[in-house]
């Protein structure tokens, strides 16, 4: 089961992932074809859970008449039966018996009505605890993968071992003291925006130790031996990855193989997402962790996604001229884009960041020598402004005339950057959102979350899955749209599962004038079910941020939802940058009431007309 990458916990339940789908327009919704229990059941946790919550809410419903109760406790319920109470946790084993008692029941509860469900719970400690006996916590030694850094760069080497033992790590001819953490500041998860809970807490863990120190010559210092002593007893172990420290004369440089390579502040998933390189871009390696390689301009990449040679110097360009252009898409003549061109000796790292109507693109290891700048009229370039921030590194700043930005797309042909800016759709003159076909010439795509045997998406109180809702709602919507004129494309029309990067794949290749991925919510563990609920919307690239904010607010008001917000999001389907891309959760499934307005056939057709309606509205005034 493949996961989307964070929706931060919006699907962080383990019944959650996301999957992409190819599909074609289908003009019929789909059956609801999903028979509910008739008897107590439990859609959520399962049977046997773990997690380092302090609480967890208990999903699921039972007939309407009758009582539940867990552990002895009556439980409320909505007038359908469903209930979604939050319950705590303490540290281990926590044991929790829902039971159902209908009115036909004896004073004995020896009745065929009575139900019982047992769910077993594991909390677990949120840090690695030290351990009981007198040792190390063997996956707690730095470093874990092969690392490599620079002369004179610091390096901390962290253990986890016996609270009271006197620890020091021993690496080349040097032993270093490691010293106990007295304070240990533990950040939230990113899902704790999401739970009202986005506060650092101190711990006070003991057994943790640090020390750090830096190495002069280059060498090859192999795997760092921690040394612990209590009493007279003496234990040695070896951390798995070995250290090195690289030679200032012995350049290497990478150039990336990959379209487009994911760029990130440090060495793994954990860590942000920067500009992705465009294939071809060189870098000098200043440092390597397990599979990652950190570049001279400061992210890291991952190492399948390059090519590594030995270099005798270091990637450098001059840049002069630069120019723009306005070119058709063979592929739809309704696709206009200006390109910005700056020829350079070697394609070079960069980074860009939108403003409301500016791009500011970053070139480093570069030095200007600029003196014409040429921009066509018929560009959506107003002006174009540089400056040699630092010695190698150009901030331009690309002024915009249309106000909205709606898709970029940046590729190397041979040493030449191409900035491609997208222009605002070729509406019908005096289109309103009353004109029939006022979105003609105007492409959507719609994306139904999840799919598959494998991918349900999160799910109600009845076990209905989020994924049938979605493709109601996503074909629904696609029936409204073409009404208005809107060619649309959809991800998918039957219940099919593809990989997540068949569905962003079909966003870069459509290059639509808007993308929408349609979802309903849930909540990690520590969440309150019973009163979180309303419609949110998820964006990543600022050109999607005003779409973004405008239906969430146009959903609440028209149709009297609760707003539970708008979010910056790192996810896949928010990601592209040829459109403006969105992620939209319409509803809580694992809201008692909440659940029962998303499966509502009439509900859903209200909110597929008004989604068109604030979709029609938003691409009219932003195109005008």
């Not at 998933?269 to 992705?276: G, M, N, W, Y």
Request: one cysteine or more.
């Amino acid at each position: 089961m493949r996961r989307l990458i964070g929706i931060v916990a919006i699907a962080f339940l383990s019944f959650i992932c996301v999957l992409a789908m190819e599909a074609q327009p289908q003009t019929q919704p789909p059956t609801q074809t999903f028979t509910p229990p008739t008897q107590l059941h439990l859609t959520y946790p399962p049977l046997q859970h773990t997690t380092t919550s302090d609480r967890l809410f208990f999903i699921g419903t039972a007939p309407k008449v009758g009582n539940v109760s867990i552990n002895g406790k009556l439980i409320s319920r909505s007038e359908a039966g469903h209930f979604a109470p939050s319950l705590p946790l303490k540290l281990g084993e926590n044991i929790f018996q829902i039971q159902y008692s209908s009115p036909e029941d004896g004073e004995n509860g020896s009745s065929n009505r009575q139900q019982l469900i047992t769910v077993k719970v594991m909390r677990e400690s949120r840090i690695t605890l030290p351990p009981k006996d007198i040792g190390f916590i063997p996956d707690s030694l730095f470093p874990k993968v092969n690392i490599a850094r620079q002369p004179n760069e610091r390096i901390c080497f962290e253990a986890i071992a016996t609270p009271s033992a006197k620890v020091v790590a021993k690496i080349g001819d040097r032993e270093i003291p490691m010293l106990p953490r007295r304070r240990n500041v533990q950040l939230p998860p990113n899902s704790s925006v999401l739970t009202d809970n986005n506060k650092a807490t101190e711990e006070s863990p003991l057994g943790y130790f640090r020390g750090c120190a830096s190495f002069e010559k280059p060498s090859k210092l192999g795997q760092p031996i921690y040394e612990m002593r209590l009493g007279d007893r003496l234990i040695q172990e070896k951390a798995t990855g070995n250290v090195e420290i690289l030679a200032p004369q012995n350049l290497q440089v990478v150039e990336i193989t990959a379209i487009a390579a994911d760029a990130r502040t440090g060495a793994s998933t954990d860590f942000s997402r920067l500009t992705p390189l465009p294939k071809g871009t060189k870098a000098l390696v200043t440092g390597r962790q397990g599979n990652w390689l950190r570049l001279d301009y400061g992210g890291w990449v991952r190492e399948n996604f390059t090519k590594v040679e030995d270099a005798e110097v270091a990637p450098h360009s001059i840049v002069r001229s630069i120019s723009t252009k306005r070119v058709i898409s063979k592929a739809d003549q309704n696709s206009v884009w200006t390109e910005v061109v700056i020829p350079l000796e070697v394609p070079v790292p960069l980074s860009l960041i939108q403003s409301d109507r500016a791009i500011a693109l970053t070139l480093y290891n570069v030095t200007s020598q600029t003196d014409t700048i040429a921009i066509a009229p018929d560009s959506i370039v107003n002006k174009l402004d540089w400056a040699q921030t630092e010695p190698d590194k150009i901030t331009y700043t690309i002024n915009l005339k249309p106000k909205q930005q709606w898709g970029y797309k940046v590729r190397y042909e041979g040493t030449n950057l191409i900035l491609s800016l997208k222009h605002p759709p070729l509406l019908t003159s005096n289109s309103t959102p009353e004109t029939p076909q006022s979105l003609q010439n105007v492409k959507i795509l719609l994306d139904a979350g999840h799919g598959g045997k494998e991918d349900l998406g999160s799910r109600g109180a009845t076990g209905y899955p989020e994924k049938d809702v979605t493709l109601i709602t996503s074909q629904l919507l696609q029936s409204e749209l073409q009404k208005r004129g809107a060619t649309v494309v959809m991800t998918r029309k039957a219940d099919d599962d593809v990989e997540l990067a068949t569905r962003v794949n079909l966003i870069e290749q459509e290059e639509p004038t808007l993308a929408i991925s349609i979802h309903y919510n849930a909540l990690p563990d520590d969440g309150d079910a019973i009163n979180t609920s309303g419609v949110s919307a998820f964006w990543y690239n600022p050109q999607a941020q005003d779409f973004a904010k405008f239906i969430n607010a146009y959903l609440t008001k028209k149709l009297n939802r609760r707003d539970y917000g708008v979010y910056w999001n790192n996810l896949a389907l928010t990601r592209p940058t040829s459109t403006p891309s969105v992620l939209l959760e319409l509803g809580f499934m694992i809201n008692p009431v909440e659940f029962e307005w998303i499966i509502d056939a009439q509900q859903q057709k209200l909110l597929a007309s008004t989604l068109a309606d604030g979709i029609t509205e938003w691409i009219l005034n932003a195109a005008n």
